[in-house]
């Protein structure tokens, strides 16, 4: 039987409707699926490689210090971005937008390389990537809201070269067959259960946050003696892509709360190349993605590079979290009788 290949896809998706936009979608697909398979050959070659160079001394538009395969990267997208003839190509790693074809019908907009401070300890790293409509100028397509994706993915270079990547009617993995030579469908359709018994935060922020989040973890830790009456496990690997992936095979939740700590008032993830992406991704899977309250595609972007919490994965789970912002008696008194808060009493 022919594998059911990311080519086949494409090819079917612009079948479908006889439309110029469809194609550029595809098409950006596909070349950004090319440049991931060169960027996984840098990766491959670890520190005997010449993009493993040293840290950068330069930080990129967002004030985070630039590694060389950071820049590798955004190279390589960006080339695939002008053959496929975007409008506009968006990164991290630039101040502004580039102009390739302001007369296409899609623009891009992309993290090169998320995780790359993981690069030297070999944890999984990756690429995000949104297509947006092409709406006339640079300023007004980035400055809209999610919802109003084309399409979205992520390429997670893990033991598998993955892709996880939706065009607005469900969610699927292509994961990279060396044997066949190209991305092989792997999920044909993800479906992020709805419940859930892990999370993932970094709890060595504990004192910095609010005191609804403070308040959602203990009650995490309690486990099967708290309110939650059941046992959570906890994880977290610091790479934005590897935790979106382990959500969509097995569900759970991420949370990157804002902070009190100096520049994440606002939280820390960028809303049009990261949240949006891993936002459209997880609702097209039947999960849900928030600020911590408010829907994620909802949110008008005020620049490229605007920062914002995320809240991510099994829906249950993200709106439970929500109840803890958006409803007082929620918090209630902490110790030692956590069951007396209103958030779970029957």
């Known amino acids: 039987m022919t594998p059911a290949t990311l080519d086949a896809y494409l090819n079917s998706y612009i079948a479908e409707v006889h439309d110029p936009v469809r194609t550029q979608v595809a098409e950006t697909v596909r070349a950004f699926a090319s440049a991931a398979i060169q960027v996984r050959k840098s990766i491959n070659e670890g520190a005997l490689g010449a993009a493993f160079a040293a840290t950068r001394g330069a930080a990129h538009a967002d004030g985070d210090v630039q590694k ?98 939706t065009l607005g009617a469900g969610t699927k993995i292509f994961v990279f067959s060396s044997r066949v030579g190209a991305f092989v469908e792997a999920y044909k359709t993800v479906s ?47 790479s934005l892509v590897a935790e979106a992936y382990r959500i969509l095979i097995r569900g759970g939740v991420f949370l990157y709360p804002r902070d009190v700590r100096k520049g994440y008032a606002k939280g820390r993830l960028r809303l049009v190349y ?38 991510f994965g099994s829906a249950k789970e993200v709106a439970k979290f929500g109840r803890y912002h958006t409803d007082p008696s929620a918090i209630g008194s902490r110790h030692p009788l956590f069951g007396n808060r209103g958030l779970f009493r029957a």
């Open 192 to 238: 992020i259960s709805p419940d859930t018994k892990e999370y993932a935060i970094n709890t060595s922020n504990y004192r910095h946050w609010d005191e609804t989040t403070r308040c959602y973890v203990d009650d995490c830790i309690q486990g099967s003696e708290g309110p939650r009456d059941k046992d959570f496990n906890m994880r977290w690997i610091a």
């Open 68 to 165: 060389e395969l950071d820049v590798h990267a955004d190279d390589l997208f960006l080339e695939a971005a002008r053959k496929a003839g975007v409008a506009w190509y968006a990164s991290e790693e630039l101040a502004n937008a580039v102009a390739v074809d302001e007369k296409s019908g899609v623009a891009v907009a992309i993290d090169p390389l998320d995780g790359s401070s993981n690069i030297d300890t070999n944890v999984s790293i990756g690429t995000i990537f949104a297509i947006l409509p092409n709406l006339g100028d640079e300023a007004t397509t980035f400055r809209q809201p999610g919802k109003n994706q084309l399409a979205a993915g992520f390429f997670i270079y893990g033991p598998q070269m993955a892709l996880a990547v």
């Open 274 to 311: 990261e949240a949006n992406p891993i936002a459209f991704i997880m609702e097209q899977a039947g999960g849900a993605a928030t600020e911590g309250a408010s829907r994620i595609l909802d949110l008008e972007p005020g620049d490229i590079h605007q920062r914002t919490p995320l809240v």
